[in-house]
């Protein structure tokens, strides 16, 4: 099953990299995450706006390449 996995994967991979919309999004979300984890106080200003808006606390968390 892991093996069916990891190529899953990588075919997967394969066609975002042919998509300049996928590489567009993914670094769009890595700036963001930049932008926020650079600085507590984004953070707590974005808890404030999560909260005001009643949206749920989400957790900003890196995109990092697995292969």
Not at 59 to 65: D, F, G, P, Y
């Amino acid at each position: 099953m892991h093996y069916i996995a990891h190529r899953l994967h990588l075919a997967e991979k394969d066609a975002a990299n042919e998509v300049q919309y996928f590489k567009e999004y993914e670094a769009t979300c890595k700036e963001l995450y930049s932008y926020f984890n650079g600085s507590y106080k984004r953070m707590i200003n974005l808890k404030i706006i999560q909260e005001t808006n009643d949206d749920p606390q989400l957790i900003i968390l890196n995109i990092i390449s697995t292969c």
